[in-house]
Nanobody, 119 residues
Framework: QVQLVESGGGLVQPGGSLRLSCAASGFTKDYDAIGWFRQAPGKDREEVSCVSSSDGNTYYAHSVKGRFTISRDNAKNTVYLQMNGLKPEDTAIYYC????????????WGKGTLVIVSS
């Protein structure tokens, strides 16, 4: 069955970095897009970043642009989110998801990995 398994979350000080990984398995065909969204307590879900399978175009939320970088290793069926310059407001559960297209609906998502940015 389809699985998206996130890893790499943890506790980091403000200004620090983390790299999240998402291993995808069980897909019988390539997904249209894959990316990350986050959910913080008491806040709405926020789409963080996405990469299109067809042309490699990337999307970033305004709140993370210039600090986060999404990348994909097709040989390993893994997508990464490099997060630099982390801020306390980045604290959230980060979920990996596949999409029918960046900015469109989700197909599948994982169980998430917790990122806490605190001193």
């Amino acid at each position: 069955q389809v699985q998206l398994v996130e890893s790499g979350g943890g506790l980091v000080q403000p200004g620090g970095s983390l790299r999240l990984s998402c291993a995808a398995s069980g897909f019988t065909k390539d997904y249209d897009a894959i990316g990350w969204f986050r959910q913080a307590p008491g806040k709405d879900r926020e789409e963080v970043s996405c990469v299109s399978s067809s042309d490699g175009n990337t999307y970033y939320a305004h709140s993370v642009k210039g600090r986060f970088t999404i990348s994909r290793d097709n040989a390993k069926n893994t997508v990464y989110l490099q997060m630099n310059g982390l801020k306390p407001e980045d604290t959230a559960i980060y979920y990996c998801a596949t999409y029918v297209g960046c900015g469109y609906g989700m197909d599948y998502w994982g169980k998430g990995t917790l990122v806490i940015v605190s001193s």
